[in-house]
């Protein structure tokens, strides 16, 4: 287990490793941020992932959605999600509930952090009442097109969004990958006991010149 992880070490150290390996995370959605969230998180040593997706590969999923191969079409995401995980790290156990969050989270389960990985703010909303509810910091993300939302939601109100349910326009894969990236690193920083900035909103884009732009906003207290 050691060598698997011999560049984490080298960068944090044997004590921060082993912090790592006594956390659990949630991870809501298996799809384009699910993938990269699972992939990139399962396999640093978390001890576990439970995920939540009650939805099946469809083939216009596959091209932002990296855990799937085409041979997945019609497979459970979070099964097939979780096996890959596992395949490529078989010291973290990743378990994949088959429903929507709104029936996982009639069971209360405990988490060091809960990460969104769906595509509607209603979903979101109840992500929000749950953590408020259990007293578990969550992290939002959002994509779409070449924009992205990131925010460490520990004490700020999901009210500042308005909750409406509306069809995603077209997105590219790698402003995917790009968002779930920072989604990640804020949640392995925030588990490894580093320091982040929380209850921050970070606003990504491409302006029409091609360059890519980042703001922030200090988001309300709940």
Request: proline share 4%; hydrophobic share 45%.
């Amino acid at each position: 287990m050691r060598d698997y992880f011999s560049r984490q070490i080298r960068l944090w150290g044997e004590t921060t490793q082993s912090v790592l390996a006594e956390k659990r995370i949630l991870i809501v959605g298996s799809g384009g941020l699910g993938s990269s969230l699972l992939l990139a998180l399962g396999a640093s040593g978390i001890a576990e992932i439970d995920l939540v997706d009650f939805d099946r590969v469809s083939l216009h999923n596959i091209h932002r959605q990296i855990a799937f191969k085409v041979s997945d079409e019609g497979r459970s995401k979070a099964e097939a999600a979780a096996d890959l995980a596992h395949a490529r790290c078989p010291y973290v156990r990743v378990t994949p509930y088959l429903e929507s969050f709104e029936e996982f989270g009639r069971q209360k389960r405990a988490y060091d952090l809960i990460l969104d990985a769906t595509d509607n703010l209603p979903t979101r909303a109840q992500i929000d009442r749950y953590a408020k509810e259990a007293g578990i910091p969550w992290i939002y993300a959002s994509v779409e097109a070449f924009n992205g939302q990131v925010c460490f939601i520990e004490e700020s109100s999901f009210e500042a969004f308005a909750v409406v349910e509306r069809e995603p326009a077209g997105i590219a894969a790698p402003m995917v990958m790009q968002v779930a990236a920072f989604e990640a690193n804020l949640a392995l920083r925030y588990l490894a006991g580093l320091p982040i900035e929380k209850d921050t909103l970070y606003y990504f884009y491409f302006d029409e010149a091609g360059g890519f732009m980042t703001q922030k906003f200090g988001m309300p207290k709940a």
